[in-house]
Protein backbone atom coordinates (compact mmCIF):
# COMPACT_ATOMS: atom_id res chain seq x y z
CA UNK A 1 0.00 0.00 0.00
CA UNK A 2 1.04 3.73 0.02
CA UNK A 3 3.80 4.71 1.31
CA UNK A 4 6.45 2.16 2.91
CA UNK A 5 3.51 0.43 5.02
CA UNK A 6 5.11 -2.55 5.56
CA UNK A 7 8.17 -0.08 6.84
CA UNK A 8 10.58 -1.25 4.46
CA UNK A 9 13.52 0.23 4.64
CA UNK A 10 15.59 1.20 1.66
CA UNK A 11 19.08 0.89 1.66
CA UNK A 12 21.50 4.00 2.01
CA UNK A 13 23.06 3.16 -1.37
CA UNK A 14 19.33 4.37 -2.86
CA UNK A 15 19.67 8.04 -1.41
CA UNK A 16 23.61 8.37 -1.84
CA UNK A 17 23.11 7.51 -5.27
CA UNK A 18 20.00 9.98 -5.85
CA UNK A 19 22.12 13.17 -4.33
CA UNK A 20 24.64 12.14 -6.55
CA UNK A 21 22.37 12.31 -9.96
CA UNK A 22 21.50 15.80 -7.86
CA UNK A 23 24.55 17.39 -7.54
CA UNK A 24 25.51 16.10 -11.81
CA UNK A 25 22.39 17.76 -12.56
CA UNK A 26 22.95 21.00 -10.76
CA UNK A 27 26.39 21.19 -11.96
CA UNK A 28 24.94 20.42 -15.69
CA UNK A 29 22.10 23.06 -14.96
CA UNK A 30 24.51 25.81 -14.31
CA UNK A 31 27.30 24.80 -16.84
CA UNK A 32 24.45 24.67 -19.63
CA UNK A 33 23.10 28.26 -18.39
CA UNK A 34 26.50 29.84 -19.64
CA UNK A 35 27.02 28.58 -23.08
CA UNK A 36 27.35 31.15 -25.26
CA UNK A 37 24.63 31.60 -28.23
CA UNK A 38 22.00 29.78 -27.05
CA UNK A 39 18.83 30.94 -28.10
CA UNK A 40 16.75 32.10 -25.03
CA UNK A 41 13.89 29.74 -25.72
CA UNK A 42 16.15 26.67 -26.10
CA UNK A 43 17.84 27.35 -22.58
CA UNK A 44 14.71 27.60 -21.23
CA UNK A 45 13.53 24.66 -22.07
CA UNK A 46 17.36 22.56 -20.84
CA UNK A 47 16.98 24.32 -18.31
CA UNK A 48 13.15 23.03 -17.03
CA UNK A 49 14.27 20.01 -18.31
CA UNK A 50 17.15 19.29 -16.23
CA UNK A 51 14.94 20.90 -13.04
CA UNK A 52 12.06 17.97 -14.17
CA UNK A 53 14.87 15.37 -14.37
CA UNK A 54 15.85 16.56 -10.61
CA UNK A 55 12.53 16.66 -9.20
CA UNK A 56 11.12 13.59 -10.68
CA UNK A 57 14.17 11.58 -8.90
CA UNK A 58 13.42 13.45 -5.65
CA UNK A 59 9.69 12.37 -6.17
CA UNK A 60 10.24 9.14 -6.75
CA UNK A 61 13.29 8.52 -4.46
CA UNK A 62 13.63 10.67 -1.48
CA UNK A 63 9.71 10.66 -1.63
CA UNK A 64 9.29 6.87 -2.04
CA UNK A 65 6.74 7.23 -4.78
CA UNK A 66 8.67 4.21 -6.39
CA UNK A 67 7.91 2.09 -3.78
CA UNK A 68 4.24 3.77 -3.24
CA UNK A 69 0.94 2.28 -3.63
CA UNK A 70 -1.77 3.39 -5.93
CA UNK A 71 -3.69 5.82 -3.60
CA UNK A 72 -0.26 7.39 -3.30
CA UNK A 73 0.48 7.52 -7.02
CA UNK A 74 -3.03 8.57 -8.01
CA UNK A 75 -2.64 11.83 -5.68
CA UNK A 76 0.88 12.56 -6.40
CA UNK A 77 -0.48 11.95 -9.83
CA UNK A 78 -3.12 14.42 -9.79
CA UNK A 79 -1.24 17.09 -8.58
CA UNK A 80 1.31 17.16 -11.40
CA UNK A 81 -1.45 16.38 -13.87
CA UNK A 82 -3.66 19.57 -13.08
CA UNK A 83 -0.45 21.16 -12.86
CA UNK A 84 0.72 19.94 -16.05
CA UNK A 85 -3.10 21.39 -17.49
CA UNK A 86 -2.55 24.81 -15.89
CA UNK A 87 1.67 25.27 -16.88
CA UNK A 88 0.82 23.83 -20.64
CA UNK A 89 -1.01 26.78 -21.46
CA UNK A 90 1.70 29.30 -19.90
CA UNK A 91 5.00 27.41 -21.25
CA UNK A 92 2.84 27.52 -24.58
CA UNK A 93 4.14 31.14 -24.56
CA UNK A 94 7.96 30.29 -24.46
CA UNK A 95 7.53 27.69 -27.30
CA UNK A 96 5.72 29.61 -29.38
CA UNK A 97 8.04 33.10 -28.76
CA UNK A 98 10.20 32.29 -31.61
CA UNK A 99 7.14 32.25 -34.08
CA UNK A 100 6.37 35.68 -33.71
CA UNK A 101 8.94 38.00 -32.88
CA UNK A 102 8.40 41.49 -31.49
CA UNK A 103 9.23 44.49 -33.71
CA UNK A 104 12.60 44.86 -34.60
CA UNK A 105 13.77 40.78 -34.52
CA UNK A 106 16.94 40.60 -36.33
CA UNK A 107 16.68 37.75 -38.90
CA UNK B 1 -7.43 3.12 30.02
CA UNK B 2 -5.51 6.38 29.84
CA UNK B 3 -3.92 7.66 26.99
CA UNK B 4 -0.49 6.79 28.73
CA UNK B 5 -1.75 2.86 29.16
CA UNK B 6 -2.77 2.79 25.72
CA UNK B 7 0.33 3.94 24.36
CA UNK B 8 2.48 1.67 26.19
CA UNK B 9 -0.09 -1.48 24.90
CA UNK B 10 0.69 0.12 21.25
CA UNK B 11 4.16 -0.18 21.77
CA UNK B 12 3.69 -3.51 23.16
CA UNK B 13 2.02 -5.14 20.62
CA UNK B 14 4.04 -3.68 17.78
CA UNK B 15 6.95 -4.24 19.36
CA UNK B 16 6.20 -7.85 19.66
CA UNK B 17 4.71 -8.38 16.05
CA UNK B 18 7.60 -8.26 14.44
CA UNK B 19 6.50 -5.02 12.46
CA UNK B 20 7.73 -1.62 12.72
CA UNK B 21 4.76 0.56 12.88
CA UNK B 22 5.85 2.89 15.42
CA UNK B 23 3.97 3.52 18.26
CA UNK B 24 1.70 5.95 17.39
CA UNK B 25 -1.62 5.24 18.86
CA UNK B 26 -4.36 3.49 16.54
CA UNK B 27 -7.41 5.49 15.92
CA UNK B 28 -10.84 3.54 16.01
CA UNK B 29 -11.63 4.48 12.83
CA UNK B 30 -8.64 2.31 11.15
CA UNK B 31 -8.23 -1.26 11.23
CA UNK B 32 -4.47 -1.68 11.85
CA UNK B 33 -1.47 0.71 12.43
CA UNK B 34 -0.85 0.03 8.31
CA UNK B 35 -4.00 1.75 7.42
CA UNK B 36 -3.89 4.79 10.14
CA UNK B 37 0.16 5.55 8.52
CA UNK B 38 -1.43 5.27 4.69
CA UNK B 39 -4.19 7.73 5.89
CA UNK B 40 -1.55 9.99 7.47
CA UNK B 41 0.50 9.45 4.14
CA UNK B 42 -2.67 10.70 1.58
CA UNK B 43 -3.59 13.54 3.93
CA UNK B 44 -0.05 14.86 3.65
CA UNK B 45 0.36 14.23 0.10
CA UNK B 46 -3.26 16.14 -0.66
CA UNK B 47 -1.51 19.13 1.39
CA UNK B 48 1.27 18.66 -1.34
CA UNK B 49 -0.88 18.74 -4.09
CA UNK B 50 -2.21 22.03 -3.15
CA UNK B 51 1.44 23.34 -2.58
CA UNK B 52 2.31 22.60 -6.02
CA UNK B 53 -0.88 24.02 -7.04
CA UNK B 54 -0.19 27.45 -5.41
CA UNK B 55 3.08 27.34 -6.17
CA UNK B 56 2.22 26.71 -10.14
CA UNK B 57 -0.13 29.35 -10.43
CA UNK B 58 2.46 32.02 -9.21
CA UNK B 59 5.24 29.91 -11.88
CA UNK B 60 2.52 30.35 -14.28
CA UNK B 61 2.00 34.31 -13.83
CA UNK B 62 5.68 34.75 -13.86
CA UNK B 63 6.11 32.67 -17.15
CA UNK B 64 3.71 34.71 -18.90
CA UNK B 65 4.88 38.09 -17.87
CA UNK B 66 8.80 37.14 -18.67
CA UNK B 67 6.95 36.30 -22.45
CA UNK B 68 6.06 39.32 -22.74
CA UNK B 69 8.65 41.68 -21.06
CA UNK B 70 11.77 39.40 -22.29
CA UNK B 71 14.26 42.09 -22.49
CA UNK B 72 13.50 43.86 -19.29
CA UNK B 73 13.12 40.51 -18.09
CA UNK B 74 16.45 39.29 -19.39
CA UNK B 75 18.52 42.30 -17.85
CA UNK B 76 17.01 42.23 -14.42
CA UNK B 77 17.88 38.69 -14.16
CA UNK B 78 21.44 39.63 -14.59
CA UNK B 79 21.08 41.64 -11.17
CA UNK B 80 20.83 37.99 -9.26
CA UNK B 81 23.72 36.52 -8.56
CA UNK B 82 24.27 32.76 -9.72
CA UNK B 83 27.53 31.87 -7.42
CA UNK B 84 24.75 32.34 -4.19
CA UNK B 85 22.22 30.57 -6.24
CA UNK B 86 24.36 27.44 -7.14
CA UNK B 87 25.16 27.25 -3.28
CA UNK B 88 21.97 27.45 -1.59
CA UNK B 89 20.94 25.19 -4.60
CA UNK B 90 24.05 22.51 -3.25
CA UNK B 91 22.83 23.14 0.28
CA UNK B 92 19.13 22.59 -0.27
CA UNK B 93 19.83 18.88 -2.31
CA UNK B 94 22.46 18.26 0.46
CA UNK B 95 19.52 18.83 3.06
CA UNK B 96 16.86 16.41 1.11
CA UNK B 97 19.51 13.85 1.42
CA UNK B 98 20.12 14.33 5.14
CA UNK B 99 16.06 14.40 5.65
CA UNK B 100 15.91 11.13 3.79
CA UNK B 101 18.40 9.64 5.99
CA UNK B 102 16.72 10.96 8.93
CA UNK B 103 13.64 9.33 7.79
CA UNK B 104 15.42 6.03 7.73
CA UNK B 105 16.90 6.18 10.74
CA UNK B 106 13.61 6.68 12.61
CA UNK B 107 11.78 3.81 10.59
CA UNK B 108 14.99 1.91 12.45
CA UNK B 109 14.34 3.66 15.45
CA UNK B 110 17.95 4.89 15.84
CA UNK B 111 16.88 7.95 17.81
CA UNK B 112 20.48 9.15 18.21
CA UNK B 113 20.94 8.63 14.44
CA UNK B 114 17.85 10.23 13.38
CA UNK B 115 18.34 13.36 15.84
CA UNK B 116 21.83 13.52 14.34
CA UNK B 117 20.67 13.94 10.51
CA UNK B 118 17.42 15.81 11.53
CA UNK B 119 19.97 18.29 13.13
CA UNK B 120 22.04 18.58 9.88
CA UNK B 121 19.26 19.29 7.89
CA UNK B 122 18.63 21.95 10.07
CA UNK B 123 22.02 23.49 9.90
CA UNK B 124 21.76 23.03 6.27
CA UNK B 125 18.17 25.28 6.65
CA UNK B 126 20.06 27.50 8.38
CA UNK B 127 22.32 28.58 5.50
CA UNK B 128 20.14 28.61 3.40
CA UNK B 129 18.32 31.41 4.78
CA UNK B 130 21.80 33.08 5.95
CA UNK B 131 22.42 33.45 2.38
CA UNK B 132 19.14 34.44 1.36
CA UNK B 133 19.34 36.96 3.91
CA UNK B 134 22.32 38.53 2.59
CA UNK B 135 20.98 38.05 -0.93
CA UNK B 136 17.89 40.34 0.77
CA UNK B 137 20.36 43.60 1.65
CA UNK B 138 22.17 43.81 -1.47
CA UNK B 139 18.95 44.15 -3.24
CA UNK B 140 17.77 46.28 -0.26
CA UNK B 141 20.59 48.14 -0.79
CA UNK B 142 20.68 48.92 -4.44
CA UNK B 143 17.02 50.20 -4.44
CA UNK B 144 16.21 46.68 -5.88
CA UNK B 145 12.95 45.81 -3.76
CA UNK B 146 10.06 46.80 -5.42
CA UNK B 147 9.22 49.12 -2.85
CA UNK B 148 8.61 53.06 -2.02
CA UNK B 149 12.38 53.86 -3.54
CA UNK B 150 12.72 50.53 -6.12
CA UNK B 151 14.96 52.61 -8.61
CA UNK B 152 16.04 50.71 -11.66
CA UNK B 153 19.48 52.56 -11.56
CA UNK B 154 21.65 49.52 -11.56
CA UNK B 155 20.01 47.71 -13.33
CA UNK B 156 20.11 50.43 -16.48
CA UNK B 157 24.00 50.82 -15.21
CA UNK B 158 25.12 47.09 -15.83
CA UNK B 159 23.14 46.27 -18.52
CA UNK B 160 24.96 49.69 -20.44
CA UNK B 161 28.13 48.56 -19.23
CA UNK B 162 27.57 44.96 -21.23
CA UNK B 163 26.75 46.76 -24.26
CA UNK B 164 22.94 45.70 -23.64
CA UNK B 165 21.20 49.01 -23.51
CA UNK B 166 21.43 52.45 -25.28
CA UNK B 167 20.51 55.48 -23.99
CA UNK B 168 19.00 57.81 -27.15
CA UNK B 169 16.98 60.59 -27.45
CA UNK B 170 14.47 61.40 -29.77
CA UNK B 171 12.29 64.71 -29.73
CA UNK B 172 13.82 65.95 -27.37
CA UNK B 173 12.40 62.68 -24.68
CA UNK B 174 15.14 60.10 -23.50
CA UNK B 175 14.37 56.34 -24.55
CA UNK B 176 16.21 52.75 -23.48
CA UNK B 177 17.01 51.03 -26.69
CA UNK B 178 17.26 47.41 -25.12
CA UNK B 179 19.55 44.73 -27.81
CA UNK B 180 22.82 42.86 -28.01
CA UNK B 181 26.32 44.34 -28.98
CA UNK B 182 28.07 41.85 -31.33
CA UNK B 183 31.24 42.95 -32.84
CA UNK B 184 30.77 46.37 -31.37
CA UNK B 185 27.92 46.35 -33.48
CA UNK B 186 24.79 47.53 -31.38
CA UNK B 187 21.36 45.87 -32.34
CA UNK B 188 18.43 46.99 -30.76
CA UNK B 189 15.66 44.31 -29.80
CA UNK B 190 13.22 46.59 -28.52
CA UNK B 191 12.42 50.52 -27.51
CA UNK B 192 11.17 51.61 -24.38
CA UNK B 193 10.96 54.62 -21.83
CA UNK B 194 12.54 54.92 -18.95
CA UNK B 195 9.40 54.70 -17.26
CA UNK B 196 8.17 51.50 -18.77
CA UNK B 197 11.52 50.08 -17.89
CA UNK B 198 11.18 50.71 -14.48
CA UNK B 199 7.66 49.52 -14.24
CA UNK B 200 8.75 46.10 -15.91
CA UNK B 201 12.42 45.68 -14.19
CA UNK B 202 10.14 46.27 -11.14
CA UNK B 203 7.64 43.88 -11.76
CA UNK B 204 10.55 40.96 -12.34
CA UNK B 205 12.05 42.11 -8.50
CA UNK B 206 8.06 41.79 -7.45
CA UNK B 207 8.56 37.89 -8.17
CA UNK B 208 11.44 37.50 -7.19
CA UNK B 209 10.68 38.74 -3.89
CA UNK B 210 7.09 37.17 -3.66
CA UNK B 211 8.37 33.51 -5.06
CA UNK B 212 11.34 33.53 -2.68
CA UNK B 213 9.82 34.83 0.02
CA UNK B 214 7.19 32.29 0.24
CA UNK B 215 9.90 29.75 -0.78
CA UNK B 216 11.59 31.37 2.49
CA UNK B 217 8.80 31.20 4.86
CA UNK B 218 8.23 27.66 3.59
CA UNK B 219 12.10 27.09 4.91
CA UNK B 220 11.31 28.55 7.91
CA UNK B 221 8.31 26.45 8.86
CA UNK B 222 10.50 23.62 8.29
CA UNK B 223 12.99 24.58 10.52
CA UNK B 224 10.63 25.25 13.33
CA UNK B 225 9.03 21.68 12.40
CA UNK B 226 12.73 19.96 12.51
CA UNK B 227 13.41 21.77 15.81
CA UNK B 228 10.55 19.81 17.55
CA UNK B 229 11.29 16.75 15.59
CA UNK B 230 15.10 16.97 17.09
CA UNK B 231 14.06 17.80 20.47
CA UNK B 232 11.28 14.13 20.77
CA UNK B 233 14.10 12.14 18.73
CA UNK B 234 16.85 13.33 21.59
CA UNK B 235 14.19 13.02 24.29
CA UNK B 236 13.49 8.85 22.94
CA UNK B 237 17.32 8.92 22.55
CA UNK B 238 17.75 9.39 26.44
CA UNK B 239 14.88 7.27 27.81
CA UNK B 240 15.94 4.75 25.28
CA UNK B 241 13.13 4.18 23.75
CA UNK B 242 12.46 0.79 21.91
CA UNK B 243 9.99 1.73 19.19
CA UNK B 244 8.84 5.21 18.25
CA UNK B 245 6.32 6.67 15.79
CA UNK B 246 8.16 7.48 12.60
CA UNK B 247 5.07 9.41 11.11
CA UNK B 248 6.10 12.82 12.17
CA UNK B 249 9.37 12.31 10.82
CA UNK B 250 8.39 10.72 7.73
CA UNK B 251 5.47 13.41 7.03
CA UNK B 252 7.80 15.92 7.69
CA UNK B 253 10.11 14.46 5.02
CA UNK B 254 7.64 14.54 2.78
CA UNK B 255 7.31 18.51 2.86
CA UNK B 256 11.01 19.09 3.39
CA UNK B 257 11.22 17.44 0.11
CA UNK B 258 8.37 19.85 -2.01
CA UNK B 259 10.37 22.62 -0.25
CA UNK B 260 13.37 21.42 -2.22
CA UNK B 261 11.21 21.01 -5.51
CA UNK B 262 10.25 24.70 -5.47
CA UNK B 263 13.80 25.84 -5.57
CA UNK B 264 14.67 23.21 -8.17
CA UNK B 265 12.22 25.09 -9.97
CA UNK B 266 13.05 28.71 -8.64
CA UNK B 267 16.36 28.61 -8.80
CA UNK B 268 17.13 28.24 -12.80
CA UNK B 269 14.09 30.24 -13.68
CA UNK B 270 15.22 33.10 -11.48
CA UNK B 271 18.96 32.85 -11.78
CA UNK B 272 19.70 30.75 -14.33
CA UNK B 273 17.72 31.38 -17.75
CA UNK B 274 18.90 35.05 -19.37
CA UNK B 275 22.44 34.23 -18.92
Known amino acids: MAGHSDSHVHPVSLYTRTLWWLMALLVLTVVAGYIPNVPNWLGVVIALTIAVWKATIVIMNFMHVRFSGKLAWLFAGAGFFWLIIMLAFAFADYVSRPWEPFHGWPE | ?275
Not at chain 2, 39 to 66: D, N, T
Not at chain 2, 140 to 153: K, M, N, V
Not at chain 2, 171 to 186: A, I, M, V
Open chain 2, 1 to 275: MSVKELEKTATLEHATDGHHHGDGILGEQFETMEQQNTSYLIGMWAFIVQEVLFFGAIFAAYAIYRFKYVMEFTLAHHELSVPIGTLNTFVLLFSSYTMARAVRAAMQNRHKRQAFYLFLTFIFAGVFMVNKYFEYSAKFEHHLFPGGDYDAHSVVHHAQEKGELRVVEENGREFYELGKTRDGQFTAFTKVTPEEFEQRTRLFFGFYFVMTGLHGLHVLIGMIIIGVLIGRAWIDHLKNKPIADFMPVEMTGLYWHLVDIVWIFLFPLLYLIGR
